[in-house]
């Protein structure tokens, strides 16, 4: 199959006409134009390399980038149901992870959601379609007939800024993964901030931090990732960006909403030796926050990798310039 044949199928993706969808949609539901917008994202970054399309952690942020600035965040996205229905346009096949295409006849809808979330199942493209997209130039003309065809001008230049923070995000992980092997700086340039526009940084910090802790908080070690892959942790600055300037994942620690409120706060630290120290603040009210103090002197999980370990004079500057160190009351 050409180029061409891809391009009509893609102007002609069978899609539900609901007047409830935006006019920036075409009162259409965006959900294939906006995955194969992804997928096609994630090519460009060599992210997905071959031919076998997971709906992983990157996937699912890609989509949800897109869906948050197009349709907004009041409608929940839910890239599982794509992900399934694609197959009715002939280029899209599921198979399981030995690469066979699985006979779905006599499974029912949310057995197939199950498996796709549980990446029990694949999505594998024509051979052909997945080369073309492997190729820059018939990949932005398959783009641009996604643009064209789904979506009004009003946001075309927000679907073109979207892309643009995926696959600079991407460059970004890795350019800060090759810092973390070089010299540890407390502070750096703020000129970065002319190279990087926010989104692309603060998606390319979390990526590199949440991966370095395998979605694991530092402090309690809780672990959630639903099987889409949204987590439970954030990847906290330890010297905030506002001072910093410094992504180096060093400067960097996974943890839970919690956690990441208590050490903004200055009500938890982390000591050189990686253990934990709770502020006199907290004992305050010990019935309330026996939870936390229990963790003094524990010891945090830290990245397998020891070069991602958090940097001390990171942590140093956290306990010297955030930490509560004293009972407010004895300051009296
Ligand atoms: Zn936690």
New binding site residues.
């Given amino acids: 199959m050409t180029l061409d044949y891809y391009k009509s199928k893609f102007a002609k993706l069978r899609v539900d006409s609901k007047p409830y969808w935006p006019d920036a949609t075409f009162n259409q539901a965006p959900y294939k134009p906006i995955l194969l917008l992804s997928i096609m994202d994630l090519i460009a970054q060599q992210v997905i390399g071959a031919n076998m399309i997971g709906l992983n952690a990157d996937l699912v942020d890609a989509f949800e980038l897109y869906w948050i600035r197009i349709i907004g965040a009041s409608r929940e996205s839910n890239p599982v149901m794509p992900f399934n229905h694609m197959r009715s346009e002939g280029f899209w096949r599921l198979v399981d992870a030995h690469g066979t295409e699985s006979d779905l006849r006599n499974m029912d809808r949310n057995e197939i959601f199950r498996r796709i979330k549980n990446q029990a199942l694949f999505a594998r493209l024509d051979k052909e379609l997945f080369t073309l997209m492997q190729i820059s130039d018939s990949r932005d003309s398959l783009r641009r007939v996604l643009i064209e065809q789904h979506f009004s001008p009003e946001v075309r230049s927000t679907i073109a800024e979207v892309s643009y923070i995926t696959t600079e995000s991407f460059e970004y992980s890795r350019n800060l993964l090759n810092r973390s092997r070089g010299r540890f700086n407390l502070k750096e340039s703020p000129s970065i901030d002319e190279i990087y526009i926010t989104d692309v940084r603060s998606t390319a910090f979390r990526r590199v931090i949440v991966g370095a802790y395998q979605h694991t ?6 672990r959630i990732v639903t099987p889409e892959g949204r987590t439970s ?1 954030a990847a906290a600055h330890i010297v905030p960006w506002s001072h910093s300037h410094n992504d180096d994942p060093r400067n960097g620690i996974a ?6 409120w208590v050490f903004d706060q200055g009500l938890i630290a982390i000591t050189s030796e990686y253990t934990i120290k709770i502020s006199p603040v907290l004992a305050l009210e010990e019935q309330y926050t026996e939870p936390l103090l229990m963790l003094d002197g524990a010891e945090i999980f830290k990245p397998f990798d020891r070069i991602l370990w958090p940097a001390r004079v990171a942590l140093r500057w956290h306990i010297d310039n955030i930490f509560r160190s004293a009972n407010p009351y004895t300051l009296l």
Avoid: K, N, Q
């Avoid at 908080?217 to 809780?222: D, G, L, S």
């Avoid at 943890?255 to 990441?260: A, I, P």
């Fill in positions: 908080c530092a402090v309690c070690r809780i942790v943890l839970c909403g919690l956690h990441h």
